[in-house]
């Protein structure tokens, strides 16, 4: 006979993508009215569990089951049916209709066919006051704080008989005060009997609110455990796992570094992610490592460095250059700025063009006379930009798109190198490409700061920020709010950096 308390049962889950096992015979319960929060590295697994429990994607192996019953989602519409809601980060709502519209979407009240505001209005009312919420339902969503919509969206679950919420990192662009109503809220629905399983990067919050702790790691769940029987820096230990705790650091070489190449002053940035008083500096032949987990703003650093994000207020130093954040990104490039992005098909290269056209495109001015490309110094200038950075191809005139991802990665850094930057600035640089592209990629970033570029590595790996960087900042919220070197630059006291926990020790900035 079933278990009565238990609401939700996975066994032997698993998923792949292509060789890329994400997930590995997880075995999760969760019961009524406990709150469950998941937590590890980026790329552990966390998400992607999650939207196999409500229906975004399937597994490939393994069953799930729901009271007892053994259930199949195809998607997140049949989910719902069985009672289990999705609140991703990237809210789904319509923007200009109202909150009671949006909470009432698909099942408006009508009469006679005809729907009528006032009853619309009344039921999103009832509906709120029925879960202890208050809230103007007649305002426009567009009106409403990240908070506010993240709570309409919890009203839409509930209202559908929703007993099980699963949130992917709901409070990641939210304040403190936002964050503790919120749970506020969900910790009511709890003691209603309504289960919850929320993704976070914040230990503070884990601690606060969970029931259990359940950390994954390398698409593993490794470990569940009640909060008040473990320590921050256990947890952080269960997410590294013992064998990454000292990773090597021969990654980068000895080099003497220069002060005053770049240097960001007192920037900030309103809105979600923010970004508050951040300052820091990169030197000549240094590589600078800036580590943080979703939401926490180093993306619009770098994405700042690129000419992004004119919103951004503050100063910046890059070379000969002095004056406020880049407008666009020509301004950044003939200020001496190479940025390689984080999506690198998206945003990098252009697909259907050649390896060469490709490594050409942003030095067509040293390769023209007279308005017209000298196709001869093209193509030697591209030959030996592959031939440096090592890109595996048929032909340089072979689309760029019918790369692997390690040489594709390979064409962007080097395009971008080709222009002689003062500061490369990279963004995950190493996600998804090959075994033997991770390994030759913080290679080249040693040798070209060697040269006397300066490097910022922005990125989500924690191995990789650790091993390849001379110092590495860590942020928070939109503040930097830790500088790793030498013997404290670890992996453990990173992420109790990045994860708000004072378990380990580490220099303030």
């Not at 003497?256 to 820091?280: F, K």
């Not at 697909?351 to 030095?363: D, K, Q, Y």
């Amino acid at each position: 006979m079933a278990d009565q308390h238990v609401l939700l049962e996975t066994h032997e889950i698993s998923k792949s993508y292509g060789s890329s096992r994400v997930l590995s015979n997880v075995n999760f319960r969760l019961d009524r009215g406990e709150s469950v929060a998941v937590i590890g590295e980026n790329g552990a697994g966390k998400s992607t569990f999650a939207k196999i429990l409500t229906g975004v994607i399937r597994a490939d192996v393994g069953t799930l089951a729901l009271n007892g019953r053994v259930v199949s989602f195809a998607s997140p519409r049949d989910a719902l049916r069985e009672g289990i809601a999705f609140i991703p980060q990237e809210l789904a709502y319509m923007p200009h209709l109202t909150v009671a519209e949006n909470i009432l979407l698909g099942r408006w009240p009508s009469w006679r066919g005809l729907t009528t505001r006032g009853a619309a209005i009344k039921q999103a009312r009832a509906e709120c006051e029925q879960f202890h919420i208050t809230m103007d339902v007649r305002r426009p969503m567009a009106w409403l704080k990240l908070a506010d919509r993240q709570i309409v969206e919890i009203v839409k679950a509930l209202a559908r008989r929703a007993r099980l919420i699963v949130l992917d990192e709901p409070t990641a662009s939210l304040s403190d005060q936002e964050s503790r109503v919120l749970f506020d809220i969900l910790g009511r629905l709890t003691t209603e009997g309504v289960g919850v399983l929320y993704i976070s990067h914040r230990m503070d919050e884990v601690y606060r609110f969970s029931d259990r702790v359940d950390v994954f790691r390398n698409g593993e769940l490794v470990a569940s455990v009640p909060p008040s029987r473990t320590s921050p820096a256990q947890l952080i230990g269960y997410m590294l796992g013992g064998e990454r705790e000292d990773v090597s650091q021969s990654a980068r070489g000895s080099r003497l570094t220069a002060p005053g190449l770049a240097e960001l002053r007192q920037w900030r940035r309103d809105g979600l992610p923010p970004l508050s008083d951040v300052s820091l500096s990169i030197a000549e032949r240094e590589v600078v490592g800036l580590y943080g987990l979703r939401g926490s703003g180093t993306e619009l650093i770098a994405e700042g460095l690129a000419g992004l994000h004119p919103e951004i207020t503050g100063e910046l130093v890059v070379g000969g250059y002095r004056g406020r954040v880049f407008a666009t990104p020509v301004v950044a490039r003939r200020a001496g700025v190479g940025y390689v992005p984080a999506e690198r098909k998206r945003e990098g290269l252009i697909l259907p063009l050649s390896v060469e056209a490709n490594l050409s495109l942003l030095i067509l001015d040293q390769l023209s006379r007279f308005g017209a490309i000298r196709r001869r110094l093209e193509r030697g200038r591209a030959a030996e930009l592959a031939r440096r950075f090592d890109v595996r191809f048929r032909r340089l005139g072979q689309r760029v798109a019918q790369l692997s991802g390690g040489n594709q990665q390979k064409v962007l850094l080097a395009s971008r190198v080709a222009m002689a930057p003062r500061l490369l600035v990279l963004q995950e640089p190493t996600r998804g490409v090959d075994v033997g592209a991770r390994v030759e990629i913080p290679r080249f970033l040693g040798t070209i700061a060697e040269r006397g570029c300066g490097v910022l590595l922005v990125t989500s790996d924690l191995e990789e920020a650790v091993a390849v960087s001379d110092r590495l900042l860590v942020m928070r919220e939109g503040r930097i709010v830790g500088e790793l070197s030498s013997a404290n630059r670890t992996q453990a006291n990173a992420i109790a950096l990045a994860a708000g926990s004072s378990a380990v020790m580490a220099s303030e900035p």
